[in-house]
């Protein structure tokens, strides 16, 4: 059984800076993407960030220079380092981890609330 624990999130006043984790316990398949996703009030969910385990990442064009994905392949955990953050990142914010080959199976974190006011 593969659980995703995540941790981080809060309040912060625009323009400062907030780290999520995230540690995925149970086998995962090698080959695999980690990322993060946020689903604000009344929006549908939408990709924030993602990383390959080969290396490859893709940004939300909103989020692009102010946040940074990374992750470390041998402890299956991924951060979301986010700076200059605005009221629009308002959100939860979930992460995300799907497997590549094998069984493409995919597995969702519970959520944790990020707030951006003043």
């Known amino acids: 059984q593969v659980q995703l624990v995540e941790s981080g999130g809060g309040l912060v006043q625009p323009g400062g800076s907030l780290r999520l984790s995230c540690a995925a316990s149970?086998?995962?398949?090698?080959?695999?993407?980690m990322g993060w996703y946020r689903q604000a009030p009344g929006k549908q969910r939408e990709l924030v960030a993602a990383?390959?385990?080969?290396?490859?990442?893709n940004y939300a064009d909103s989020v692009k220079s102010r946040f940074t994905i990374s992750r470390d392949n041998a402890k299956n955990t991924v951060v979301l380092q986010m700076n200059s953050l605005k009221p629009e990142d308002t959100a939860v914010y979930y992460c995300?981890?799907?497997?590549?080959?094998?069984?493409?199976?995919?597995?969702w974190g519970q959520g944790t609330q990020v707030t951006v006011s003043s």
């Open positions: 149970g086998s995962i398949h090698s080959v695999n993407v």
């Open positions: 990383l390959t385990s080969g290396g490859s990442t």
């Open positions: 995300n981890v799907r497997e590549l080959f094998g069984l493409r199976r995919e597995y």
